[in-house]
């Protein structure tokens, strides 16, 4: 069985670097940060302190959505850390409840995000994509993270099925994780 621990980054960096450090040395596997620009600290800069104080942990946001930020922002921003971070980084994304909400906006629906995770895997592959009708590249990307998707409703979850490389479940009811 493998651990990980997630961080509401309302606590000092410090702290979280600290958390992290002491969380690998325990045997944790992976490192987990609240993604939810108005309510708490920005998680990228803390997920590069992260990498740069860790050496085997795996990393990521729980979880981003593809509304808030620009695609193509959002897939540079994981090629690098992934570089950063040796392989390590992971892109735990989702709907987007909290960050959506929190401006007054619904969550993305689960096709927006299907297509999303489509096109994020593509750029940071390297591949060109269609992007808003101009073809896009990022030439430097070679090797995107692992992506996991967080959804409890029966669409997300079976599209995560399709095509996530692992599920994020959140105060999951036992028979839903049964179902999965």
């Known amino acids: 069985m493998q651990f990980g621990i997630t961080f509401k980054p309302d606590i000092t ?10 969380a690998e040395a325990a045997g944790f596997e992976y490192g987990w940060i609240f ?19 860790t050496k085997k942990m795996k990393l990521g946001p729980c979880v981003t959505n593809p509304a808030v930020r620009d695609l193509t922002v959002t ?8 570089l950063i971070s040796g ?9 987007g409840d ?17 297509r999303a995770v489509k096109t994020l895997r593509e750029l ?23 992506v996991w998707i967080a959804g409890y409703g029966p669409k997300v979850l079976e599209m995560a099925g399709r095509i996530a490389d692992g599920v994020i ?4 009811d036992p028979d839903l994780i049964e179902w999965c």
């Not at 939810?36 to 992260?50: A, K, R």
């Not at 909290?98 to 299907?114: C, F, I, T």
């Open 13 to 22: 960096v410090e702290r979280i670097v600290a958390l992290t450090r002491q």
């Open 35 to 53: 993604d939810s620009h108005v309510l708490w600290l920005e998680p990228y800069p803390m997920l590069t302190l992260m990498a740069a104080n």
């Open 75 to 82: 897939a540079s921003l994981f090629a690098t850390l992934n």
């Open 87 to 95: 392989g390590r980084m992971q892109l735990g994304i989702g709907r």
């Open 98 to 114: 909290s960050s959506r909400r929190v401006l007054g906006k619904k969550p993305v629906g689960a096709g927006d995000l299907e």
């Open 124 to 146: 940071m592959s390297g591949r060109e994509v269609e992007y808003e009708g101009q073809p896009t590249r990022l030439t430097w990307a070679k090797v995107p993270p692992p």
């Open 169 to 172: 479940l959140q105060f999951a």
